[in-house]
């Protein structure tokens, strides 16, 4: 176990950079929000400049590709990530610690790797100062001790990290990409969702946190479970579409998506009942594959109201043929399903092999 500055070449904050010295162009500021957990966020849209003459006036310490950031403040403290190749000179904001790391001694990619774990946090906690917002100083943030193996034995935990991160980001990548693709042949009718579903808006109930009593039963919003509660409404399978929320523009989840048994859904989900689970999962797969932007009302709150739901047109093949879309999107969804088990798989070996560091 060795100090954390022991290990460094360089061991310095960043600088202070007033909102009056940053431009719109020239040097990347590096702020603490671009410090993720383990990984550097870009933030692109909200990235700050400083001027080449602003530089030189405030004498910045330039930081370079392959230098560790370490934040000293919350949240968490002492979180930290390699700074990556950009187009752009970079300095620093002054509550991040810039680590060049001797190379002989440590490796930068093992020491991120080391901040993700549960004992590094525990050391950074008996160094921590302030009340309604903690952080670290730079000299306590130099005294925290880290696991040190022989550098032969750091390069082989780190290529078998990289090798599992490699398996992570495909699977990740497949997850991120896949969308239920549904080829429509115009010669299908065309219909308007309100003609093959029932609307059961009227049935549904929202209860505050502070009323929902604790229970087995699934609590259902705009995007899934959010809790679970002691009485249900519904008991059968039903589809639930979003109704507001910012979701409705991003899509980072579906929209879209089947519930079954006893639940409880509240008033930021519409809900639909059909005659035969076919249709239900088919226009729940037609739905998470189109643009809905013309049907969304509201800015600041996103919204698609029942009326506009209703007149939804969607392209409804004959049942045989529905079947055989709905079952083939399940197969795909059953491959995209295991690659998100592989992720959870994967991400716990790296997590053994950086618990047996710590020893």
Same mark, same amino acid.
């Given at each position: 176990?060795?100090?954390?500055?022991?290990?460094?070449?360089?061991?310095?904050?960043?600088?202070?950079?007033?909102?009056k010295?940053?431009?719109?162009?020239?040097?990347?500021?590096?702020?603490?929000?671009?410090?993720?957990?383990?990984?550097?966020?870009?933030k692109?849209?909200k990235?700050?400049?400083?001027?080449?003459?602003?530089?030189?006036?405030?004498?910045?310490?330039?930081?370079?590709?392959?230098?560790?950031? @370490? #934040? *000293?403040?919350?949240?968490?403290?002492?979180?930290?990530? =390699?700074? $990556?190749?950009?187009?752009?000179?970079? /300095?620093? +904001?002054?509550?991040?610690?810039?680590?060049?790391?001797?190379?002989?001694?440590?490796?930068?990619?093992?020491?991120?790797?080391?901040t993700?774990?549960?004992?590094?946090?525990k050391n950074?906690f008996?160094?921590?100062?302030?009340?309604?917002?903690?952080? @670290? #100083? *730079?000299?306590?943030?130099?005294?925290?001790?880290?696991? =040190?193996? $022989?550098?032969?034995?750091?390069?082989? /935990?780190v +290529?078998?990290?990289?090798?599992?991160?490699?398996?992570?980001?495909?699977?990740?990548?497949?997850?991120?990409?896949?969308?239920?693709?549904?080829?429509?042949?115009?010669?299908?009718e065309?219909?308007?969702?309100?003609?093959?579903?029932?609307?059961?808006?009227?049935?549904r109930?929202?209860?505050?946190?502070?009323?929902?009593?604790?229970?087995p039963?699934?609590?259902?919003?705009?995007?899934?479970?959010?809790?679970?509660?002691?009485?249900?409404?519904?008991?059968?399978?039903?589809?639930?579409?979003?109704?507001?929320?910012?979701?409705?523009?991003s899509?980072?989840?579906?929209?879209a998506?089947?519930?079954?048994?006893?639940?409880?859904?509240?008033?930021?989900?519409?809900?639909?009942?059909?005659?035969?689970?076919?249709?239900?999962?088919?226009?729940?797969?037609?739905?998470?594959?189109?643009n809905?932007?013309?049907?969304?009302?509201?800015?600041?709150q996103?919204?698609?109201?029942?009326?506009?739901?209703?007149?939804?047109p969607?392209?409804?093949?004959?049942?045989?043929?529905?079947?055989?879309?709905?079952?083939?999107?399940?197969?795909?969804?059953?491959?995209?399903?295991?690659?998100?088990?592989?992720?959870?798989?994967?991400?716990?070996?790296?997590?053994?092999?950086?618990?047996?560091?710590?020893?």
């Amino acid at each position: 176990m060795v100090e954390l500055g022991e290990v460094a070449e360089m061991f310095i904050d960043g600088d202070w950079i007033e909102s009056k010295d940053q431009s719109d162009t020239g040097i990347r500021l590096i702020q603490t929000g671009n410090v993720g957990f383990g990984e550097y966020l870009d933030k692109g849209d909200k990235a700050r400049f400083i001027t080449d003459e602003k530089f030189k006036e405030l004498n910045c310490t330039e930081v370079f590709e392959g230098d560790v950031l @370490i #934040s *000293r403040l919350p949240d968490p403290v002492g979180r930290a990530c =390699l700074v $990556p190749k950009i187009n752009s000179r970079m /300095i620093t +904001a002054v509550d991040c610690t810039i680590v060049r790391f001797n190379p002989n001694k440590l490796m930068s990619k093992l020491f991120v790797n080391l901040t993700k774990t549960e004992n590094y946090y525990k050391n950074i906690f008996q160094y921590l100062t302030g009340a309604s917002r903690q952080r @670290i #100083s *730079r000299s306590n943030l130099y005294q925290i001790k880290i696991p =040190l193996p $022989p550098l032969s034995v750091q390069q082989e /935990i780190v +290529a078998e990290i990289e090798g599992y991160q490699k398996i992570i980001d495909g699977a990740r990548q497949v997850g991120e990409n896949y969308k239920p693709k549904i080829k429509v042949d115009e010669r299908w009718e065309v219909v308007e969702l309100g003609e093959v579903s029932e609307n059961l808006d009227s049935k549904r109930k929202p209860v505050t946190k502070s009323d929902r009593k604790n229970g087995p039963y699934p609590y259902y919003g705009a995007s899934g479970i959010v809790d679970y509660v002691d009485d249900f409404i519904f008991n059968e399978d039903l589809l639930l579409i979003s109704e507001d929320g910012a979701n409705l523009i991003s899509r980072n989840t579906p929209i879209a998506f089947s519930i079954g048994g006893k639940t409880w859904v509240n008033n930021h989900a519409h809900i639909l009942r059909f005659k035969n689970i076919e249709t239900q999962k088919f226009v729940e797969f037609y739905l998470n594959s189109i643009n809905l932007e013309n049907y969304i009302t509201g800015c600041a709150q996103p919204k698609i109201n029942q009326e506009k739901l209703n007149k939804m047109p969607i392209p409804l093949p004959p049942l045989d043929v529905q079947k055989e879309i709905v079952a083939r999107i399940e197969e795909e969804q059953k491959l995209v399903d295991a690659n998100k088990k592989l992720i959870e798989l994967f991400e716990g070996k790296i997590k053994e092999k950086i618990a047996e560091v710590w020893g």
